[in-house]
């Protein structure tokens, strides 16, 4: 069910009865559009859904194009984190933020106020935190006129940067669908082609080599490469690493990199990386089944972003964020079972899965530490009726 912002009291707000004929629209619960004259503030909020807690997601900053644009992307990751979160056993919904403009050139105090008060007219419906474009100090200038603001660590318990615990999830994801594909979770031996060594990719290469595999990286950034190869790590030229002839490719850079160009030419069987949105378009994880390559979706095995959130959001533990880590390996194992049962590709059954999460009414499904309910054979079961 649809609920749009109605018009408030601020300078040219208005509803966004467009947001439901845009073709990310999937049943949002709230969409809300501001243009705020004094500050130049251009933003989205859009809550996707709210059945297992308040809807969380980051504030994008970014030069959009257009309205359109912005409105399609924030109804995109807001859905996204909907899913992410659900299969990640967190007690929090889907939503995302969206302000349109150069991150280096619009931010202002008077902008950051705005955006606050702008969180603050969701009633706490929507918490946000970081995300490209942003940054601590933003999120702290929020902070000081919202309480729905997290982020807010510069050392935090990951040293304020969660991609070392992102990697171990991509980590055990592969250990998972190693186990499935070649019968075996050792990755010592294997040959993982990592596209992308920035802050995941790079922790991945060396929590893979500390594993005994052999690791072939690419990416732009030359200082990082020699880094790479000082630990043992082989170059490969940008355009090469789809192609390698590895066990398992690792794409830990930018999105939409499994498409019809790449997936022909893929030589690696197995699928495992930490970037977001890496299937251009839904139908390439059919593809990828019928090609009979082990796809890991990505939402399934990235959520160490998620969980520092949520860490911060509830004052979670960080031995409950590793147990949630170590949870992916339950649940990617049940994604890629089904998916063989059923013939279904894995992106689909993970989305499935997720919305028994968020759908199911039973409030004994909330904020269960993901893997608690599987191996039971009942979501098998439930996917196929
Ligand atoms: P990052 O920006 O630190 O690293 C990305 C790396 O990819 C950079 O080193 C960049 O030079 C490289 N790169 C860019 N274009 C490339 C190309 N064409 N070929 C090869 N390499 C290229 O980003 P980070 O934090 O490591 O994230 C990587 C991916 O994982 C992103 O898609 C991000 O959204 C996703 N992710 C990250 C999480 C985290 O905890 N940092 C959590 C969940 C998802």
């Known amino acids: 069910m649809s609920d749009f912002c109605s018009s408030k009291p601020y300078s040219n707000r208005y509803t966004v009865t467009e947001a439901a004929t845009s073709p990310s629209f999937d049943d ?27 809807a969380v997601g980051g504030c ?9 644009e912005a409105l399609e992307d924030v109804l995109r990751l807001s859905r ?34 705005a955006m606050a008060e702008f969180i603050n007219e969701h009633q706490g419906r929507y918490v946000t935190a970081e995300d490209s474009g942003t940054c601590v100090e933003d999120m702290r200038l929020m902070a000081s006129k919202s309480e729905h603001v997290l982020g807010l660590e510069e050392g935090g ?33 294997l040959h993982v082609a990592i596209q992308g060594i920035g802050s995941v990719g790079f922790s991945l290469c060396e929590q893979l080599l500390e594993a005994g595999a052999k690791v072939s990286v690419a990416d732009t950034n030359a200082a990082r490469l020699r880094q790479a190869q000082a630990l043992g790590a082989q170059e490969l030229e940008i355009s090469e690493i789809h192609r390698a002839q590895a066990d398992i490719f690792a794409p830990c850079a930018m999105g ?47 959520s160490g972003g998620i969980i520092d959130v949520y860490r911060q959001f509830k004052n979670a533990s960080v031995d409950e964020c590793y147990t949630r880590i170590n949870a992916i390996d339950a649940l990617l194992t049940d994604v890629l079972d089904i998916s063989e049962q059923q013939n279904l590709d ?30 039971s054979g009942n979501t098998a079961a439930s996917i196929a009726a």
Do not use: C
């Open 28 to 54: 949002h619960e709230q969409v809300s559009f501001i243009e705020d004259t004094h500050s130049g503030l251009r933003a989205f909020i859009a809550i996707h859904n709210t059945r297992l807690g308040a």
């Open 60 to 68: 994008r900053l970014f030069p959009y194009a257009s309205k359109e």
């Open 80 to 113: 996204g984190m909907t899913y992410k979160s659900a299969l990640a056993g967190l007690p929090m919904g889907g939503g995302k933020a969206v302000i349109m403009g150069d991150p280096r050139k619009v931010k202002s105090p008077e902008l950051w106020q």
């Open 157 to 189: 318990a990951f040293g304020g940067d969660p991609s070392p615990l992102t990697a171990k999830g991509v980590l055990i994801a592969m250990q998972a669908a190693a186990r499935h594909r070649f019968k075996s979770e050792h990755l010592s031996g």
């Open 256 to 302: 939409a990199v499994l498409n019809d160009v790449t997936i022909p030419e893929l030589a690696a069987p197995v699928i495992v990386g930490a970037a977001n949105n890496q299937l251009a378009s839904a139908y390439h994880a059919r593809v990828l089944k019928t090609r009979g390559v082990t796809y890991a979706p990505d939402f399934v095995v990235n």
């Open 346 to 375: 894995t992106a689909r059954v993970a989305e499935a899965i997720a919305e028994q999460r968020f759908k199911d009414p039973d409030p004994s499904n909330r904020a269960q530490p993901q893997g608690s309910d599987h191996n």
